[in-house]
């Protein structure tokens, strides 16, 4: 009943920014948690990034941590993934997740506590 459309991903060289929009339509994601995850051709979906209900509470992956921001506008039903100093590493295609159930002020951070999944967004990053 929620439908997310991932936009914003490319081809950068290493170094570059880009920054990943998740629209949403259905219904209003005010008061689900959102996530990011990314998968690389031959490996499994991990986590990338993670914000509770309002923002307010974040997360990040190791590897992704003082680069990337998520954050959200509740307003535009929109969720947002800034992307700094990309690597090659970064490559993957991108996904925008949501919680559509359990403690709504929380943060998630396995694919299977998720509910809603978009199609993806390619990000590519050349040396």
Do not use: H
């Amino acid at each position: 009943q929620v439908q997310l459309v991932e936009s914003g991903g490319g081809l950068v060289q290493a170094g570059g920014s880009l920054r990943l929009s998740c629209a949403a339509s259905g219904r209003a994601i005010r008061a689900y948690a959102m996530g990011w995850f990314r998968q690389a051709p031959g490996k499994e979906r991990e986590f990338v990034a993670v914000c509770n209900w309002n923002g307010g509470r974040t997360d990040y992956a190791n590897s992704v941590k003082g680069r990337f921001t998520i954050s959200r506008d509740n307003a535009k039903n929109t969720v947002y993934l800034r992307m700094n100093s990309l690597k090659p590493e970064d490559t993957a295609v991108y996904y925008c997740a949501a919680v559509g159930s359990g403690d709504w002020t929380s943060i998630y951070y396995t694919p299977n506590e998720y509910d809603y999944w978009g199609q993806g967004t390619q990000v590519t990053v050349s040396s």
